[in-house]
């Protein structure tokens, strides 16, 4: 077994380089053929099948002026990026007795049988599934790895991805075959975040978006003199609060629905978005932790982070947040009530935050809300999900295949997965070529209406702009992170200081990094 | 032919009970006994004795100690709120009146719930935008504006309300059941000597219910020691950490953390204090009971 893995996938390996050789062919004839070409010559298309043991490489290329070279193929400039033959995986000849085993969180359980059923059909394969909810799923799952069970998908947020290579509990996606092809099509901006200490790609795209997802109400903006108005920073937003809040429009309980939630996806990823879009460090190695995981923010004036606690704090003493968000572990409570419409601005879980806000049956102002776009300030940080490959798999080639199955491509070769959830819950994918697919704008209009064209290009720029800590590849973020929440909500709570908060978490990140990195 | 004795009979009845016991509860127990006396860290692959140092560190860690000062108040809070409601509920459910087997079922819906639906309904009660209750208020003239009450300085008087709603049905059939025990002509003599209602309620209800209130008392406090859904759902521990009872605090040290060595002498220490009060308990009835001996 371990032979036959090696075999084939060194069979891929020689296939790519067979392509890669045969490209580089192409472009120097092409380079050569340009020189000597006539201008006036018609287009033509020339293609060339390599085979290679276990895999087949289909190379095509468009020739746009006639030219005559020597070399293993015609081509010419521009040089277009080849094509494998997909799948390159055969279904099982016998529906294996051994099944998969696909670990998950569990949103939207519909979604993930249907394409389990998929899978299975497609493949011949047999898979299950295990759900666990709440917020303690890292643990869970890390609970897992430590007793040895063996699974072969697991989802992921990045930070965790990037402990459980470490620790050795998953292969990193540099593993799967074709991984290069799967690169070539990603976001540059979801490709870096995803990407480890080593570079190494930490797992393939579930879902892809950016939190906390600032939206505005345009019936209380309309209400307040302020039709239109959209804040190009934090700053002009905290200003347009204040305003808001002395035109007192009818119907308004208060200016602004924070994300100040009591859970590391709340308070603490509120801050490094925050910090990142003003301090315009999106992988917040010069504001917060530097590129040696070393704490460099402190409680002191001009610091970003001391900056935006203080001006939360302010927010806070000058009644101008909803409170109750402040008294709640997740985003249930924030999100509801700015639902209700009475609210100027909102700051909801991920940019499907505004999905839901948009639907009828959740939301009073559906059809009446805007995504802020990013103008001078990134706003968001990535909120992502990662299906990740655990090393203790039931079988490499099998546990791959699903791997690549769901957060790439299908047996036919389509974005199966992340079409579903692109259309279905406008959850974002690494795939700039499945959000712009007119079968999913058409669904996305369907709800948007005529703030589709607007919201795609928009949320697109929150992707391409978003933070992407770097610090998450440190285990230092692990603990920190549960830590900070407290001293956050205690600032908020007017329990203590903004100095004093930002001191002491300074100094739980000092003494982490002694016992990580020191 | 096996000659099956009462003895045997019991071995293999409870045999089961023993392994399914041993597995879920005193095994990990042990090894979370054992987890406590370490320093654990999978980063850096640490499986350290350390001793009683992270029993310590507990000492200093100003999370634990505000945690537990929340805790005892949580505690002393539902424990005398659930016996408040479980004793007068039980006192009406005794009389006879038409419906009195509705009401019983009625009653002990709240049990029936989960503690996570308790806590949910909790929060869309109080909820300081769109809250049941402040809509009521609001509708009534008593209020001006939505309160916050999951933000306000009471909030784990309201945790403990909303507790205490939820587990008072259990007491309130135990005390129930001590009551339909009263012979009806201890309360009528008591009635004619012209005894007042709180009289007879010391004299001659209480004795028979004591055991019931007591026992109820005990569930109470080991339960709400040992919540953390009610919090988690609730408020998060929050305004700032002002809910956040040490089941919570050790909840997200151990899971979220992954600290399993300071999570676990954390918890044993909860474990340590609840003995202790539960000691506290036995100590007082038995005490009650050589004096009424005397």
Same mark, same amino acid.
């Given at each position: 077994?371990?032979?036959?893995?090696?075999?084939?996938?060194?069979?891929?390996?020689?296939?790519?380089?067979?392509?890669?050789?045969?490209?580089?062919?192409?472009?120097?004839?092409?380079?050569?053929?340009?020189?000597?070409?006539?201008?006036?010559?018609?287009?033509?298309?020339? &293609?060339?099948?390599?085979?290679?043991?276990?895999?087949?490489?289909? /190379?095509?290329?468009?020739?746009?002026?006639?030219?005559?070279?020597?070399?293993?193929?015609?081509?010419?400039?521009?040089?277009?990026?080849?094509?494998?033959?997909?799948?390159?995986?055969?279904?099982?000849?016998?529906?294996?007795?051994?099944?998969?085993?696909?670990?998950?969180?569990?949103? +939207?359980?519909?979604?993930?049988?249907?394409?389990?059923?998929?899978?299975?059909?497609?493949?011949?394969?047999?898979?299950?599934?295990?759900?666990?909810?709440?917020?303690?799923?890292?643990?869970?799952?890390?609970?897992?790895?430590?007793?040895?069970?063996?699974?072969?998908?697991? @989802?992921?947020?990045?930070?965790?991805?990037?402990?459980?290579?470490?620790?050795?509990?998953?292969?990193?996606?540099?593993?799967?075959?074709?991984?290069?092809?799967?690169?070539?099509?990603?976001?540059?901006?979801?490709?870096?975040?995803?990407?480890?200490?080593?570079?190494?790609?930490?797992?393939?795209?579930?879902?892809?978006?950016?939190?906390?997802?600032?939206?505005?109400?345009?019936?209380?903006?309309?209400?307040?003199?302020?039709?239109?108005?959209?804040?190009?920073?934090?700053?002009?937003?905290?200003?347009?609060?204040?305003?808001?809040?002395?035109?007192?429009?009818?119907?308004?309980?208060?200016?602004? /629905?924070?994300?100040?939630?009591?859970?590391?996806?709340?308070?603490?990823?509120?801050?490094?978005?925050?910090?990142?879009? +003003?301090?315009?460090?999106?992988?917040?190695?010069?504001?917060?932790?530097?590129?040696?995981?070393?704490?460099?923010?402190?409680?002191?004036?001009?610091?970003?982070? @001391?900056?935006?606690?203080?001006?939360?704090?302010?927010?806070?003493?000058?009644?101008?947040? &909803?409170?109750?968000?402040?008294?709640?572990?997740?985003?249930?409570?924030?999100?509801?009530?700015?639902?209700?419409?009475?609210?100027?601005?909102?700051?909801?879980?991920?940019?499907?935050?505004?999905?839901?806000?948009?639907?009828?049956?959740?939301?009073?102002?559906?059809?009446?809300?805007?995504?802020?776009?990013?103008?001078?300030?990134?706003?968001?940080?990535?909120?992502?999900?990662?299906?990740?490959?655990?090393?203790?798999?039931?079988?490499?080639?099998?546990?791959?295949?699903?791997?690549?199955?769901?957060?790439?491509?299908?047996?036919?070769?389509?974005?199966?997965?992340?079409?579903?959830?692109?259309?279905?819950?406008?959850?974002?994918?690494?795939?700039?070529?499945?959000?712009?697919?007119?079968?999913?704008?058409?669904?996305?209009?369907?709800?948007?209406?005529?703030?589709?064209?607007?919201?795609?290009?928009?949320?697109?720029?929150?992707?391409?702009?978003?933070?992407?800590?770097?610090?998450?590849?440190?285990?230092?973020?692990?603990?920190?992170?549960?830590?900070?929440?407290?001293?956050?909500?205690?600032?908020?709570?007017?329990?203590?200081?903004?100095?004093?908060?930002?001191?002491?978490?300074?100094?739980?990140?000092?003494?982490?990094?002694?016992?990580?990195?020191? | 032919?096996?000659?099956?004795?009462?003895?045997?009979?019991?071995?293999?009845?409870?045999?089961?009970?023993?392994?399914?016991?041993?597995?879920?509860?005193?095994?990990?127990?042990?090894?979370?006994?054992?987890?406590?006396?370490?320093?654990?860290?999978?980063?850096?692959?640490?499986?350290?004795?350390?001793?009683?140092?992270?029993?310590?560190?507990?000492?200093?860690?100003?999370?634990?100690?505000?945690?537990?000062?929340?805790?005892?108040?949580?505690?002393?809070?539902?424990?005398?709120?659930?016996?408040?409601?479980?004793?007068?509920?039980?006192?009406?459910?005794?009389?006879?009146?038409?419906?009195?087997?509705?009401?019983?079922?009625?009653?002990?819906?709240?049990?029936?719930?989960?503690?996570?639906?308790?806590?949910?309904?909790?929060?869309?009660?109080?909820?300081?935008?769109?809250?049941?209750?402040?809509?009521?208020?609001?509708?009534?003239?008593?209020?001006?504006?939505?309160?916050?009450?999951?933000?306000?300085?009471?909030?784990?008087?309201?945790?403990?309300?909303?507790?205490?709603?939820?587990?008072?049905?259990?007491?309130?059939?135990?005390?129930?059941?001590?009551?339909?025990?009263?012979?009806?002509?201890?309360?009528?003599?008591?009635?004619?000597?012209?005894?007042?209602?709180?009289?007879?309620?010391?004299?001659?209800?209480?004795?028979?219910?004591?055991?019931?209130?007591?026992?109820?008392?005990?569930?109470?406090?080991?339960?709400?020691?040992?919540?953390?859904?009610?919090?988690?759902?609730?408020?998060?521990?929050?305004?700032?950490?002002?809910?956040?009872?040490?089941?919570?605090?050790?909840?997200?040290?151990?899971?979220?953390?992954?600290?399993?060595?300071?999570?676990?002498?954390?918890?044993?220490?909860?474990?340590?204090?609840?003995?202790?009060?539960?000691?506290?308990?036995?100590?007082?009835?038995?005490?009650?009971?050589?004096?009424?001996?005397?």
């Amino acid at each position: 077994m371990v032979e036959n893995k090696i075999s084939r996938r060194k069979a891929i390996s020689t296939a790519g380089k067979v392509a890669i050789g045969v490209v580089v062919a192409g472009v120097v004839a092409g380079a050569g053929g340009y020189l000597v070409g006539s201008a006036a010559a018609p287009v033509r298309t020339v &293609e060339r099948t390599v085979t290679a043991p276990g895999a087949t490489v289909t /190379v095509e290329k468009t020739v746009e002026r006639t030219v005559t070279v020597t070399g293993p193929v015609t081509v010419t400039t521009p040089p277009t990026t080849p094509t494998i033959a997909w799948p390159p995986w055969k279904p099982e000849p016998v529906k294996p007795a051994v099944p998969l085993k696909w670990v998950h969180w569990g949103y +939207r359980p519909d979604i993930i049988t249907e394409n389990i059923e998929i899978f299975m059909r497609q493949n011949n394969e047999n898979l299950e599934q295990e759900q666990i909810t709440g917020p303690d799923y890292q643990g869970m799952v890390e609970t897992k790895f430590l007793a040895g069970e063996k699974f072969d998908m697991v @989802y992921g947020n990045a930070f965790m991805a990037f402990r459980w290579i470490e620790l050795g509990f998953t292969n990193s996606a540099e593993e799967l075959p074709h991984i290069e092809w799967v690169k070539a099509e990603m976001f540059e901006s979801v490709k870096r975040a995803y990407s480890d200490k080593q570079g190494r790609l930490a797992g393939l795209t579930y879902f892809v978006s950016a939190t906390p997802a600032l939206i505005a109400n345009d019936e209380l903006l309309e209400k307040a003199g302020m039709a239109g108005e959209l804040p190009r920073s934090h700053a002009e937003l905290y200003d347009m609060l204040r305003k808001i809040k002395q035109r007192a429009p009818e119907g308004m309980i208060k200016p602004f /629905v924070p994300h100040w939630f009591n859970a590391f996806w709340g308070t603490v990823w509120s801050l490094l978005a925050e910090v990142a879009g +003003r301090a315009k460090d999106p992988d917040l190695t010069k504001s917060m932790f530097g590129k040696d995981f070393a704490p460099t923010f402190d409680a002191a004036p001009g610091d970003t982070v @001391y900056e935006t606690v203080s001006d939360w704090r302010k927010l806070v003493d000058e009644d101008l947040v &909803e409170r109750a968000v402040i008294s709640a572990s997740s985003d249930t409570v924030g999100t509801e009530a700015f639902w209700t419409g009475s609210y100027a601005f909102g700051r909801l879980n991920g940019l499907y935050g505004y999905w839901n806000t948009m639907d009828p049956a959740k939301s009073r102002i559906a059809g009446k809300a805007t995504l802020v776009p990013v103008v001078e300030e990134a706003l968001g940080v990535i909120d992502t999900g990662l299906y990740c490959w655990p090393k203790n798999n039931h079988d490499f080639d099998r546990s791959a295949r699903l791997i690549l199955w769901f957060g790439y491509k299908d047996n036919e070769g389509k974005h199966t997965s992340a079409y579903k959830w692109a259309k279905e819950e406008f959850l974002h994918t690494a795939y700039p070529a499945v959000l712009r697919d007119p079968d999913v704008q058409r669904a996305w209009e369907a709800r948007l209406g005529p703030k589709t064209k607007e919201t795609a290009e928009r949320s697109e720029k929150w992707l391409e702009t978003m933070a992407a800590p770097w610090i998450w590849r440190s285990p230092l973020y692990g603990e920190w992170m549960v830590k900070a929440p407290d001293l956050m909500a205690k600032c908020l709570a007017q329990e203590i200081s903004p100095r004093e908060a930002v001191s002491e978490m300074r100094k739980i990140a000092d003494e982490l990094w002694k016992k990580y990195h020191g | 032919m096996v000659r099956w004795t009462d003895t045997k009979v019991a071995i293999v009845l409870l045999t089961p009970l023993f392994i399914l016991n041993f597995g879920l509860s005193i095994y990990p127990m042990a090894y979370s006994l054992y987890l406590s006396f370490h320093d654990i860290n999978l980063f850096l692959n640490k499986f350290e004795p350390v001793g009683g140092l992270q029993y310590l560190k507990l000492f200093s860690d100003k999370s634990y100690v505000e945690a537990t000062m929340v805790t005892i108040r949580f505690v002393i809070d539902s424990t005398i709120m659930v016996l408040v409601l479980s004793i007068s509920i039980a006192l009406l459910l005794n009389r006879a009146f038409t419906g009195q087997s509705i009401m019983r079922v009625i009653v002990i819906m709240p049990w029936a719930l989960s503690e996570f639906a308790t806590a949910t309904a909790g929060r869309y009660l109080f909820n300081g935008s769109y809250g049941f209750v402040n809509a009521i208020l609001y509708r009534l003239g008593l209020i001006e504006r939505y309160i916050d009450f999951l933000g306000s300085p009471y909030v784990v008087e309201l945790l403990a309300f909303m507790y205490a709603w939820h587990l008072a049905p259990l007491g309130i059939f135990f005390i129930l059941a001590g009551l339909q025990t009263i012979p009806e002509d201890l309360n009528k003599q008591a009635k004619i000597d012209g005894a007042s209602f709180f009289t007879r309620f010391r004299v001659v209800t209480l004795p028979f219910i004591r055991y019931a209130v007591i026992m109820t008392g005990i569930i109470a406090t080991i339960e709400s020691a040992r919540t953390a859904d009610m919090i988690i759902v609730m408020t998060g521990g929050g305004p700032g950490t002002s809910s956040q009872t040490i089941t919570f605090y050790i909840y997200k040290v151990f899971f979220r953390g992954l600290d399993l060595g300071y999570g676990a002498a954390g918890s044993w220490l909860l474990m340590v204090g609840l003995i202790i009060a539960i000691t506290s308990y036995f100590i007082v009835i038995s005490k009650r009971r050589r004096v009424m001996q005397y």
